[in-house]
């Protein structure tokens, strides 16, 4: 008997307050139950979900960030993933050793699988965080090969590309979408990055983007699930709260995506001939 290893997969729009960590926190649970009773195996959350984005300094990200290791919300992620046996994953500000990252973490029902800090920051995100220091870290686990990126990473190739070369299957995204200057009446920017970005480098990528207004910075969701070949199995999401769901197979496709015979953009690179730098 062939056992399926195919799931669904959520993403979570939601629209936090900033410095509010206690609402946040109440919210963001509520969606992890909301997408479980969806049939979620796996949900992913917007970048800083847990206190908002659009800080001013180091001084205001620093009171909203928490620890990976003893901070309330992700003890409460960790809480609803044991309860629900589920998979979380969700963007927050990581207090470390007197440091705040932009950063996210996946979390198994067993835990804390693996934490990732933003490394290509954005605007105003130099002056409240710190660039990531851990390189783009790929996890094995039961429902595949897993690395996360942060919103604006979408828009360098070596963050998806770096995550393949290890070989995984799907990339998490959290991310706070805004609206792009210049916006055609087409795709926005953000979603044709996570489209481009699962076709060249033949992965899933479930990209969770936030909705509303804060400090004056409108945030777009259009969250998106695509799939190894690029298409959209799920939204853009309207930029209100929402949940959209997509069943998806990273073990499953692993030998489809490595023997396509039209495009396979990780088997026919030629690392020699390209500019290094």
């Known amino acids: 008997m062939t056992t399926s290893t195919a799931f669904t997969i959520a993403c979570a729009q939601t629209d936090p307050v900033i410095g509010d960590l206690n609402a946040n926190r109440e919210m963001t649970v509520a ?14 959350l917007p970048e800083c979900a847990t206190g908002g984005w659009a800080f001013t300094g180091m001084d ?21 993933a044991r309860e629900r046996e589920i998979w979380v994953c969700g963007g927050f ?33 130099n002056n409240a965080f710190t660039p990531g220091n851990l390189g783009f870290p790929v ?8 690395g996360m990126i942060i919103c604006y990473d979408a828009w360098f190739p070596e963050s998806m590309r770096s995550c393949a070369l290890q070989g995984a299957d799907l990339v998490l995204a959290p991310s706070d979408w805004v609206p792009n200057p210049g916006q055609q009446a087409m795709p926005s920017l953000a979603n044709m990055m996570t489209i481009a970005g699962a076709h060249s480098n033949q992965v899933y990528v479930a990209a969770a983007s936030r909705v509303g207004v804060e400090r004056g910075q409108r945030f777009i969701g259009e969250s998106v699930i695509a799939g190894h070949d690029g298409w959209l199995l799920a939204g853009p999401a309207a930029a209100h709260e929402a949940i959209i769901f997509a069943e998806i197979d990273p073990i499953g496709s692993r030998q489809e995506r490595r023997d396509n015979i039209f495009n396979r953009p990780l088997g026919d690179r030629r690392p020699e001939a390209y500019a290094q730098g």
């Not at 007197?98 to 990732?116: K, M, Q």
């Not at 996890?139 to 897993?146: A, E």
Request: glycine residues 8%; negative net charge.
């Open 93 to 125: 500000g990581e207090l470390a050793d007197d440091t705040v990252y932009n950063s996210a973490v996946l979390i198994s029902p067993n835990g804390v699988e693996s934490v990732y800090r933003k490394v290509h920051l954005w605007n105003t995100e």
């Open 31 to 44: 969606a992890i139950h909301e997408a479980a009773d969806g049939g979620a195996k796996l949900v992913v």
């Open 60 to 80: 205001e990200s620093l009171a909203a960030a928490e620890s990976v290791d003893d901070g309330p919300t992700i003890a409460a992620w960790k809480a609803a």
């Open 139 to 146: 996890v094995d686990t039961p429902l595949g090969r897993i």
